[in-house]
């Protein structure tokens, strides 16, 4: 899943002004009920952040009725403070259609609750993305979440829809998955579309090239550790192809069974974020990050710099002979950074803290675990 802002209500307003748009001319006056859905699209429109920029994405689901009893999900079968909602696939596809064509939305992200099992669930889905792409003539983004369950074929022609698949894991490994939500089973119905998504991404039937795919952890109810969630994504990411993990700090929600436990810190969620970009792009592994003896990273600073304090206040690098590799280790140097250095060696050696920012590394982290041309900076921050 992306990471999804949240609209205050002014924003909302706005959006669902901006919806009213799309109506033509004339349109025959809503019943109750289509006006309902209608509202429901409207509230559903919200701000994502991407690589390029923020989209403006539709995220909604084909229908908000569900028969899992996941513990801490407010569409979670038996509640009836939720509203069900459900849609069509051209009904969908054609509401989608007139606010994409409005301008309202540049995007869709569309999941479901699950009745009658996920791969009954997965085919409305498939085929509103179908009618976009061919009726419609669609070319944007379009985020398809896989149902538990779902089938192979399911997977693939998802893929050749999608723009990004997310298959959610929820938790950690399937002992702490069976306290979130114990009707979902990991090992049988989601690792095996991870691994087909792994298998197709080297097909070669894709609109443009494979989809990204994703995955989302609940944090903090299952009382799993930061070691748990951060080895197996670094396991997904490198033998299963897996582009990137959100983390979801749990926040308790009335008239479900989690409704009492407490939130999880957003520090904790914040720090999964900054260990799962060294695993990422920073060339670090799963068992280098700086866990503690109970399996959590440090709250109170930052784990590159925790793993630098550890491993190089005693044994600083060297700007002008470091490798890539070891320059990405160095708080304050990132891969923009790190290769401008690069670049700038090869005109010269870098002597002075000045080099080093010119070439946009944050001297005030980095001074305290390098050398430049085989001294350490004159100064630097109290970090210890």
């Known amino acids: 899943m992306q990471t999804f802002v949240q609209l205050d209500t002014c924003e909302k307003l706005e959006i669902m002004t901006q919806a009213g748009q799309f109506d033509c001319d004339g349109e025959p006056a809503l019943s109750p009920r289509e006006q309902r859905k209608r509202d429901f699209l409207a509230q559903s429109v919200v701000q994502v952040q991407r690589a390029g920029g923020a989209m403006t994405v539709l995220r909604t689901m084909m229908t908000t009725a569900c028969e899992k009893n996941c513990n801490y999900c407010p569409f979670r079968a038996g509640r009836n403070r939720t509203p069900r909602i459900s849609f069509s696939p051209d009904e969908l596809a054609r509401e989608f259609d007139k606010m994409a064509r409005a301008k309202v939305v540049s995007g869709l992200f569309l999941s479901s609750g699950i009745v009658g099992g996920g791969v009954r669930a997965m085919d409305p889905m498939l085929a509103t993305a179908e ?31 999608a723009d990004r698949i997310s298959i959610n894991l929820e938790g950690a490994n399937s002992g702490r998955l069976a306290f979130l939500a114990p009707q979902k089973d990991m090992r049988a119905e989601l690792l095996p579309a991870i691994h087909w998504a792994h298998q197709f991404s080297h097909r070669q039937f894709f609109r443009q090239k494979p989809p990204s ?80 003896d109970d399996g959590a990273l440090p709250a109170a600073v930052d784990p590159k710099l925790a793993w630098a304090r550890q491993k190089l206040s005693h044994a600083p690098v060297e700007v002008n002979t470091a490798s890539r590799a070891e320059l990405l280790r160095v ?11 690069l670049r700038a060696r090869q005109s010269g050696r870098l002597r002075d803290l000045s080099h080093l920012r010119s070439q946009g590394a944050i001297t005030q982290r980095a001074a305290p675990f390098i050398l430049l041309d085989g001294h350490r900076p004159p100064k630097q921050l109290a970090l210890f």
């Open 331 to 341: 708080p304050g140097i990132g891969p923009k950074s790190a290769d401008a250095i």
């Open 213 to 292: 795919m994703v995955t989302q952890f609940v944090v903090g109810p299952a009382a799993e550790s930061d070691r748990e969630l951060l080895s197996g994504v670094d396991w997904l990411y490198k033998r299963r192809g897996l582009n990137r993990a959100y983390y979801s700090a749990f926040n308790p929600i009335a008239d479900t069974p989690l409704e009492n436990e407490k939130p999880t810190s957003p520090l904790r969620e914040h720090r999964l974020y900054q260990a799962d970009w060294l695993l990422r792009f920073y060339g670090f592994s799963a068992d280098e990050l700086p866990f503690g």
């Open 131 to 161: 009618i976009l792409r061919k009726k419609y003539h669609y070319r944007g983004y379009i985020h398809l979440k896989i149902m538990p369950g779902a089938e192979e074929a399911q997977v693939a022609q998802a893929m050749r829809l």
